[in-house]
Nanobody, 121 residues
Framework: QVQLVESGGGLVQPGGSLRLSCAAS????????MGWYRQGPGNQRELVAA???????NYADSVKGRFTISRDNAKNTLYLQMNSLQPEDTAVYYC???????????????WGQGTQVTVSS
């Protein structure tokens, strides 16, 4: 079992950068595929980036080349480096975790509070 707490959000101008962190507690962090999700005003929650237990990554087309997901298993921490931020990146950002087994994904964990990212001039 793992619990997650997001931090690092804030107000930034277009073109700026932020680094989000997701601190995990639990004994099985390294086995989980981790993901960053976001939900903007009036929008559904979407997957922004994911990183597997072996380090493989994938990104939503909207953030490719601008965002970088990484993890430090020794610190039980997930990161999202966000560069060249745009107003459309404004959202509450959440992290979550799931396992892959029996050809299916496990359910996501309960959603936490997330961290607000606002990109505005």
């Amino acid at each position: 079992q793992v619990q997650l707490v997001e931090s690092g959000g804030g107000l930034v101008q277009p073109g700026g950068s932020l680094r989000l962190s997701c601190a995990a507690s639990g004994s099985t962090f390294s086995r989980y595929t981790m993901g960053w999700y976001r939900q903007g005003p009036g929008n559904q929650r979407e997957l922004v980036a994911a990183i597997g237990s072996g380090g493989s990554t994938n990104y939503a087309d909207s953030v490719k080349g601008r965002f970088t997901i990484s993890r430090d298993n020794a610190k039980n921490t997930l990161y999202l480096q966000m560069n060249s931020l745009q107003p459309e990146d404004t959202a509450v950002y959440y992290c979550n975790a799931r396992l892959y087994y029996s050809s299916t994904w496990s359910p996501l964990l309960a959603w936490g509070q997330g961290t607000q990212v606002t990109v505005s001039s």
